[in-house]
């Protein structure tokens, strides 16, 4: 079934054209039905004059119900007072189905209505700007990864044990009586990938049974791992600032529309460039009690913490060498001071928090070993992974970059339930 | 850390380089070492002459054990008998970690002992060719649906019920007593996706707790699903051919040298160029039967039938029109027969059976909910998907495509196993 696309209208200005989407809104004026249409990669408008064509069909487009679907064939002209900019002067159409009274109307609906009809709400504009820029962000994403020579090593979703822990662990039914885990990060994977091609990522859904209702928390969500062989934390902390800049860029290039419907001020975006501020995990918890904030050395941050620090800085912040004590066991010792950790989180501008969590890792398995001990982590499920320091152990590192929260950050939306198509929380696994 | 990547090693020769690499291989002979080393861009031979590097670091090269980490310092020279096509000549190295004694030797082991080992196995040359092989067919698919102006749209991982029948569903214990499935398709979800976008698409991993141990059957596998409104089977139908030509094109294009360590010949593939030939169900039993197969009409292939099917043409064979009663409940009846479902399988080539199963989907809520019914499919579940024929319903259609099973095709590996990095089955989720 051939048509034009609405997002392509600029090509056919004075051609004929078929349009094949759903009524978006509709206004009548006497002798004429100003027909807003939608057909996934745009808006636009179309006339149908009483008179040029069939009465019938004039009648019938004037009593159309929102989201009915509808192919319009038409000539297309410039108007810039039309939403997208071109109308179409209507020369015939066909009523493909006339839609029940739809659920979603102009008049404000509360969240969860909307979370409930999510499937339908997807339609409405701001999700579907949301989702084009969560589309660009991926893209970008992807990109980055496979100029920069990374290959694509998908982590399994099925693990056999936790990765950080096990409080926070989906638990599934396998075969006879066996049990899996779902993935709660696809690190120690990427480990053994980046030992075999020097550089891999792996990009798919991580779980987190958290009993969370912030307005930061999935219980599923998308996320992107690179790991290098041969890299220290400067160079994880290089490739995060680099992947962020090029992250932004590319929205900014890509949809200045969507951007628009979603009235995002693009001048916190458009200053986000290298480098980015470095600010080490002593110095930030001064800048914390500088700050009239009252933070003790050896504690984690918190979102009124991470606030605060963000907010220093109009692009993102990197804290650098938290205490060992409050990162995973894999994480390498500071050799400057044994109490930290070379680890790293960056810190999205505006308060939008952390979206980057990585580090070197400790390459020694004596160390390793004597960790996972002191965790309380069950030493059987990591034989493999000790392996990867039995058999050329080199520095290495990495990190995590999640996807909807990077989205949510960019587009400026309060909650990451609507920076994913379906969000899975606490209580929501439908639609 | 700053090294020459051996896949860059073309543009600086004459010039001295960094290597960050392992020890893949070493022959001593006299005065000379020759080290094959891998980076995980390729492997280049190092040679180290005796008088030429210090005296204690030949002595240690010359008993440096298998998968040990080196920094090799040296000059690149063009060499077309060396693997890679260079050589480097050793100035200076650096023992990283020496390896303790590899478990994979190049003597030939059993695939169990392999998978168990995979976290190591991906170093050698077959895995790491297969998953590159895979790396390009991932971003073949996505380019060639981004630039068609499809978006990406993730369905979810927790579903609250099963889009074919709950026989082969993962169970997860969600909050509080509830149960979540975990996903077999996300088609439902890119029909909603269809009705905001116009052309979207899921890409994800997909899960089916078949106790199957066929060579075709993962627990775990990836999935691609394309959904378009205002489309019907022969779209859908010409849109996996064009997609299947750009993979097989692409990674003939990028994977020259992966497909040579893989011995795959690659003629079949130069072969694959629209049009397939498209086969009606009814001829396909026909020529079953015409061919010594004893096949009764009405039911489905099995993998003899389609490895007959598949054989008769050196390009992909479209089957279509399945019977209705063998597909899936939002399968449309072919007006032609209403027994018939507008369905197509796409068979791979060289007997390498099924990679895309899609169709165009029944538009009318009344025929939908009585199938919901007749397969004993809980309506509660489905009242959102009948929202998509409620407002706006259009023809629409799509398919799904197993990435490892096309990667399988692709590089002549009889097994799906081999071509993801962490394989899944009925009895490994280990490593």
Redesign the interface.
Known sequence: ?N?T?I?DLGDHVGDEVTI????YNRRSKGKLHFLILR???GLCQAVAFKGKVDDDLFESLGRLSQ???V?VRGTVKRDDRAPGGFEIGVIDATV??E??E?PIAKQAHGTDFLLT?R??W??SRR??AT??V??TV??AI?DFF?DR?F??????????SACEGTTTL??????DD?K?Y?TQSGQL?ME?????????YCF??T?R?E?SKTRRHL??F?MVEPEI????LD?VIALGEEMLCEIVARVLDKNAEELEILERDTAPLEAIRAPFPRVHYDDAVRALNDGGIEFEWGGDFGAPDEDFLSRQSDRPTIVHRFPAAIKAFYMKRDPEDERLSMSVDFLAPEGYGEIIGGGQRA?DLGYLQEQIVKHGLPEEAFK??F??R??????HGGFGLGVERTVAWICGTEHVREC???P?M??R???
């Open positions: 079934m048509g696309r997002a094949l989407g759903w009524l057909d996934g990669s989201e009915s679907s192919i493909v189905h839609a029940e739809y009809n499937h339908l997807l339609r999700p579907y989702l084009r969560r589309h991926i893209r992807r496979d020579g290959t694509l090593v998908d982590a399994p979703v099925f693990t056999p989906f638990e599934v039914d396998y075969f066996e899996a779902l994977y053994a990938a980046a030992m075999a091609f020097g550089k891999a798919g859904p779980f049974a009993k219980t599923e998308w062989a041969y890299a220290d160079d390459e493999w992974y392996d990867l039995r058999y050329g152990s080199v520095p994913i198509p379906f899975r606490l209580y696994i439908y639609p």
